[in-house]
């Protein structure tokens, strides 16, 4: 059963489904098998859930015997990323601090899935506390690039991307706060979206940095990609920050036609500190766009290069605050002291990474008295400008495009030394997050054998633009279609 | 602007994190090569700009006070790491 479902798109698995060529049951076994076959050289998923996931199936399988309708995701297996909560299943955001952490309520999201159908395989590795760009934070595993097990998968979102790279979920969620979604599927060769923030609920989500965060989907294909958007977008009035709008069906977007469409490329996108061979394979998709007919000129996003120090001092003001709950007393790791406030510090200098400790230093420091207007201020004082730059290109543009990482996926090691490399590799991504707007990496060809990935920029809550270029795209490529080879075969990692 | 150890002992106090000699050490190296670079935002003149909290801003979000569903009592208590009769115990805090 195998080798006729695993690795196919999510809208091809509902035609199976739909014309009883395939069970659910059968479906969600063959990615328990692929799981079981696969992870233990990838090391994507902390929590596997057979006998959940099976049980569910059987559900299905149920509903199709009684003749029911099928939603386009139901049937469907799929994967969270370790930081939305799941009721009764442990939810660890890779961390020490919440190893046995059970929570006691949904995700908005994990409901929403659960409605529209789809079967939970399980939980997905990232960086602890979502806090990294290469998933080596995790306190349990590495997670290793498919395309090549001697790089990272990049991250945080390191476990959602392997996932979907390596057929071992349809799709998957991720979170990104400055790239943690759009990175990793660059790095991974897949669809990642980061939806507009507000466009889908952070209710559940374990809080990073509570004004950038945001859940989006992981696939093999965009068409995949509207589909679970579908599922996952939408107001939520538990979620203070949802906005009220109304979805649209992102699959009416998805058609083969740019012509006259306005694309932006931002010239500092592509100057120092991208890899040429990157900044190469992107100019050639930018030439496929041209021939399909859209209208491509070069436009400037001026204060780039202060979106880095910004977004590294926002983030981490927020999550030193959001990372004060954790103090040993409500819930996750305890350490012994003989009193109140040893017991807090102890429990946190033990329960949390060294990473995330940096980041609430660093946080601590750019919120502490007398530093607050030199630096947090200041943050979201550069964070308009930065925001101001992405509204006076969209006057002008319809979608801007970009490199979505500067390089390929890099060697395990190779930053963890250095926090301030490993920060300025976000350099492409982080500005988004900033200025709230959607941006989607698609799959755009290979450097050295490794997959890179092409950002497309929007505005906010629209989405629909994206999946628009994204779609011609990948209707007149054949990126997304190619697969790593996971026979053990090792390839050479980067020139980098 | 340059961040010393005692700095570091300091907000590490704070923030109610135990450091260890080799962490004060790196964190101090570690914020002061970050910060060094953030420096760079001082370039910039931001007299007259407003301070973006929220890319979306919405503001007032308001709903009707009604009494709603929430997790009960034993449920919310189920991951403390130490409890009795409802109530999560901690050791005695001490004011000195």
Partial sequence: MESVSIGKSVSELHELLVHKDISSTELTKAYIDRIQAVDPDLQAYLTVLEDEAMAQAAEVDQKIAQGETLKPLEGIPMALKDNMCTEGIRTSCASKMLENFIPPYNATVTNRLRAAGTILLGKLNMDEFAMGSSTENSYFTKTRNPWNLECVPGGSSGGSAVAVAGDEATFTLGSDTGGSIRQPAAFCGVVGMKPTYGAVSRLGLIAFASSLDQIGPFTKTVRDNALVMNAIAGYDALDSTSVPYETPDYTKFLVNDIKGLRIGIPREYFGEGIDPDVAKGIKAGIQTLIDLGAEVAECSLPHTEYAIPAYYLIATAEASSNLARYDGVRYGYRADSNDVLGMFKKTRAEGFGQEVKRRIMLGTYALSSGYYDAYYLKAQKVRTLIKQDFDKAFEKFDVLLSPTAPTPAFKFGEKSADPLAMYLSDITTVPINLAGIPAISIPAGFVNGLPIGMQLMGKAFGEGALYRVAYTFEQNTNYHSLKPNLSGEVLTCGSR | ?96
Avoid at chain 2, 23 to 37: A, D, H, K, R, V
Avoid at chain 2, 90 to 95: A, G, Q, R, W, Y
Wanted: aromatic share 6%; net charge negative; no cysteine.
């Fill in chain 2, 1 to 96: 602007m340059s961040i010393s150890r005692e700095d570091v002992e300091y907000v590490a106090a704070l923030a109610r994190l135990e450091l260890t000699e080799q962490e004060t050490q790196e964190y101090t190296e570690q914020l002061n090569s970050i910060l060094g670079y953030a420096a760079m935002l001082e370039r910039l003149d931001t007299t007259d700009v407003v301070p973006t909290a929220h890319a979306v801003p919405l503001h007032n979000v308001l709903r009707e006070d009604q009494v709603g569903s929430s997790i009960n009592h034993e449920k919310a208590l189920r991951n403390a790491p130490d409890g009795e009769e409802g109530f999560f115990r901690v050791p005695k805090i001490s004011l000195t």
